[in-house]
Each structure stands twice: as C-alpha cells, then as structure tokens.
C-alpha cells in the first residue's frame, strides 16, 4: 500500500486515492473510494406485521425507490441511539427494543463505511408526528414487498440484504 491523498470532500463523504503498485490487477494506476461517515438503518414490523419502509427520491439513480429507514450518526452518538432517532425521524414510528444485527457495508467495491444494522417488532406510530419532507412512510405487507421485489420495484441491495440478514440471524416467523 501507498500514497493516500483526499482529492475530494463533502459534508456527507469523501473520495480517496490509494496507490497499491504491488498489486498487478492495478496497474500501478491509484483505486479510488468513497469514505462515508457512520449509518444505521433499521428492519422494523408493525403490530400488524408489515415491514415500514420509506419511499423518496434518489437523484443517483434519478427515480424514487422504497427502502428501510436509514441515516448518519452524529457524531458522538451511539448507534443504537441514532437508530432509535433517525427511525422516528423518517418514520414518526417507535419500537420499544431495537435488536442489534451488526455491522455491515453497503457495498465493499467502492465504498468504506460502517452501517449498523437494527431489527425492532411492534412498532407503533405517534399521532402527532410531522413527517419529514420528501419522505413517503410507506408500511407494506411483506407479501406485497416481495411482489414488488419481483416488478423490480425495490431496486435498493442493502435494503434486501437487511431482510435476509435478519431472517437468517433471528429466524423471526414474520419474515
């Protein structure tokens, strides 16, 4: 490994180049990555059973998509806190326990960050909630969620992941 310089910085990430001369796949050319900062994202069922998930526009992919409720954790923030936080922020949703899946990546070609993965049961909406602007509170049934997985309406991975991830290291019978 060698030379590392930040070539560019946002708010929200930074873009990295590392040189790796003693790795022939590169060709002595530098890898470039994105570094983000710390996120939660949260896999949670209402009362009912339904899967909340949040439907807004990605300019990335220049459409809206539906996937789990997910943020930043400020800094000095613990992570299940900012789960707790950001869930009702987008959601104005609360769970009384949030279970810990673990840390993941979001894609580990080009990017280096830790997203830390919740699971809660039952949650429960607060009437007075005021939702955020640009966010959709969309809670599906999780017959409904794969029909769309199959349209090819959830387009996100991760969100995916996280239900896989969950039913694999809980075994929970709703999913």
């Excluded at 209402?46 to 954790?73: C, M, S, W």
Aim: net charge positive; hydrophobic share 40%.
């Amino acid at each position: 490994m060698g030379k590392k310089e930040i070539i560019f910085k946002t708010k929200w990430f930074n873009l990295e180049s590392e040189e790796y001369k003693e790795l022939p796949a590169f060709g002595g050319k530098p890898f470039y990555r994105i570094n983000m900062p710390r996120t939660i994202a949260v896999l949670a069922l209402t009362i009912d059973g339904k899967v909340i998930f949040v439907r807004q526009f990605r300019p990335a992919i220049n459409r809206y998509t539906f996937e789990l409720p997910a943020g930043y954790i400020e800094k000095g923030e613990a992570p299940e806190r900012a789960a707790s936080r950001e869930f009702y922020e987008e959601t104005g949703y609360r769970c009384r326990k949030l279970h810990f899946l673990g840390v993941r990546s979001h894609g580990v070609d080009r990017l280096r960050d830790a997203a830390f993965i919740y699971f809660g049961r039952g949650a429960v909406k607060d009437k007075n909630f005021s939702k955020e602007a640009g966010v959709e509170i969309a809670p599906l049934a999780l017959k409904e969620a794969r029909r769309m997985v199959k349209r090819g309406e959830l387009k996100g991975m991760f969100s995916l992941g996280i239900i896989l991830l969950a039913k694999w290291m809980l075994n929970p019978k709703e999913l």
